[in-house]
């Protein structure tokens, strides 16, 4: 059973960023494809963005390109979201998922194992 667990939410100003960290245990993480969600209140959740297994191929939701960069360290079976240029609009629990064992992925997949989230607040 693989699990995930996130961090590293918290409070930011508009045009600041943030790094999330997703620690996975029960397998390695470049095993699994990882994802990141995120879910504002009131609104659908939507994918971020995902990164394959056994490689560093990403997807990414095109609205957030060049502002988010995942990216995942095997020794620590971590993924990371970094977010920079944060706006009001980022706000939301974000959270990782895991697809797999050896899968690639999008942000439009469809992911087998969930973390419990975190929550990041944009203030204006």
């Known amino acids: 059973q693989v699990q995930l667990v996130e961090s590293g939410g918290g409070l930011v100003q508009s045009g600041g960023s943030l790094e999330l960290s997703c620690v996975i245990s029960g397998s390695s993480v470049d095993l699994y494809a990882i994802g990141w969600f995120r879910q504002a209140p009131g609104k659908e959740r939507e994918g971020v963005s995902c990164?394959?297994?056994?490689?560093?191929?990403?997807d990414y939701a095109d609205p957030l390109k060049g502002r988010f960069t995942i990216s995942k360290n095997i020794a620590k079976n971590t993924v990371y979201l970094r977010m920079n240029n944060l706006e009001p609009e980022d706000s939301g629990i974000y959270y990782c998922?895991?697809?797999?064992?050896?899968?690639?992925?999008?942000?439009?997949?469809?992911?087998?194992?969930w973390g419990q989230g975190t929550q990041v607040t944009v203030s204006s």
């Open positions: 990164i394959h297994s056994g490689g560093d191929t990403t």
């Open positions: 998922a895991a697809r797999g064992p050896k899968r690639a992925c999008t942000v439009y997949s469809v992911y087998e194992f």
